[in-house]
């Protein structure tokens, strides 16, 4: 198979900046689905669409209970799919959920969550990765400012701007306890990141990022260009992005914690190739290589 061009490069000696060369919502505008016309617009403007209930009170706490028998189950915990705090050991993540429970295993199949992925990438989709960010409290670490899509294109191959994740809240998201921040408008700039990517860099970027960091001058004109945003919202809201959105969230030292199911959903006309600034691939929990599309 040939290697697609490479649209976007990055991890070489200088940071650079390039249009996004791709579609935001690669659907028809009226096609059927959950998601209004003018929710279709919003994202394609902002690169995210929020929704106030994506799923019940009584769904929210079966998700709640599965996230909270997972950290718990020492098994998991022993298991490479879960990435623990530096600090304080606590879990951080767990990967591969819809592959680990059965109940992210429906959730990711539901129609309210597939379909608004079908709609805005107008394809079918599979999984690209999936995880808990669990974020307990007390000083659990947030997440650097990032664009998935760099690291995604970088060190799993993903050729081109198809991919879109949804981040559900199964606890309250407030102001205080590391929500999500997005910089509304990110997308349509691909910030490429300076310095190669070392041969285990994924190990350690799970728990703090380095390679795929933009600069503080690149943030400081972002931030200054499209302002941040803070998603707040009841457990059962959701946040859908566009993977190119430049986003990240600070620490939780509440004792409020900030619990959310990240699904990533890729077209099945993007699928992986090989990467385009790594030595070697990173493993398939963290990126798919089985495409078959949820149905
Ligand atoms: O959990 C968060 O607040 C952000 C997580 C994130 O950006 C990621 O998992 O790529
Ligand atoms: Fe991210």
């Known amino acids: 198979m040939t290697t697609p061009t ?4 990055t991890r070489g000696t200088a940071e650079v900046s390039v249009p996004r060369k791709d579609p935001v919502v690669w659907g028809s505008p009226d096609a059927p689905g959950p998601i209004p016309a003018t929710g279709l617009q919003s994202y394609e403007r902002d690169g ?13 706490t079966v998700c709640r209970r599965e996230l909270e028998r997972l950290v718990a189950d020492p098994e998991i915990r022993a298991d490479e799919r879960s990435i623990v705090e530096p600090q304080s050991k606590e879990i951080r993540s767990v990967f591969e959920v819809h592959k680990l ?13 597939v379909g608004r992925a079908r709609q805005i990438l107008g394809s079918d ?11 307990p409290g007390f000083g659990a670490g947030g997440f650097y400012w990032h664009s998935d ?11 081109n701007m198809r991919t879109v994740s949804v ?11 590391g929500g999500l921040m997005i910089m509304p408008g990110s997308h349509r700039t691909f910030l490429g990141c300076a310095g190669a990517t070392p041969k285990d860099n994924y190990k350690k970027s799970l728990q703090m990022q380095d390679a795929g960091t933009p600069s503080d001058e690149a943030l400081t004109a972002m931030a200054g260009d499209y302002g941040i945003k803070l998603f707040t919202g009841k457990a059962g809201s959701a946040t859908w992005f566009d993977c190119n959105a430049m986003h990240g969230s600070g620490d939780n030292i509440t004792p409020f914690p ?38």
């Open 125 to 135: 989709v599979y999984v690209h990765q999936s995880r808990i960010n669990v974020k």
């Open 6 to 9: 490479d649209l976007y490069p």
């Open 167 to 177: 981040s559900i809240a199964l606890t309250e998201n407030l102001d205080t306890n």
């Open 149 to 159: 899509f760099e690291t995604w294109h970088a060190e799993d191959g993903l050729p």
């Open 258 to 295: 900030r619990s959310n199911v990240f699904i990533v959903f890729n077209s099945v006309e993007n699928t992986a190739v090989e990467p385009f600034a790594a030595p070697i691939r990173r493993p398939e929990f963290i990126g798919a290589r089985d495409f078959t599309p949820v149905i």
């Open 48 to 60: 995210f669409l929020a929704v106030d209930q994506l799923i019940s009170d009584d769904e929210v």
């Open 101 to 113: 429970s059965p109940v992210f295993a429906a959730l990711v199949r539901d129609e309210r969550v």
